[in-house]
């Protein structure tokens, strides 16, 4: 595991990388066809997860961005990340209770 201090508080941290290849674009629909679909660099997304009596998971997660040429709009990379956060967050509601 690996600690990372911020503001004196000591935190768990969890590096991952979120990416797929998507199979169309959501807003236009159109179907990836070569390069209509591009790669289009990456956000960092940070979420903290409180555990009692333990140090704080910081979760940090690069997302892919993707272009569509078709419709010239950008989309992220989907998740099920707020699933496993509800999870955890139940694991910590159930730990403090
Ligand atoms: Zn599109």
Redesign the pocket.
Same mark, same amino acid.
């Given at each position: 595991e690996i600690f990372e201090t911020i503001k004196s508080v000591k935190y768990c941290v969890l590096n991952a990388i979120l990416t797929y290849e998507p199979s169309h674009?959501p807003? &236009?629909? $159109?179907n990836k066809d070569g390069h209509n679909i591009v790669k289009n660099g990456s956000q960092m997304v940070k979420i903290v997860f409180n555990r009692a009596g333990n140090n704080p998971i910081l979760l940090r997660v690069k997302k892919q961005r993707f272009y569509?040429k $078709? &419709?010239q709009?950008t989309f992220m990379a989907k998740t099920s990340l707020t699933n496993k956060g509800c999870f955890i967050s139940n694991d910590v509601k159930r730990s403090i209770i």
């Open positions: 674009c807003h &236009c629909n $159109s569509c $078709s &419709c709009k």
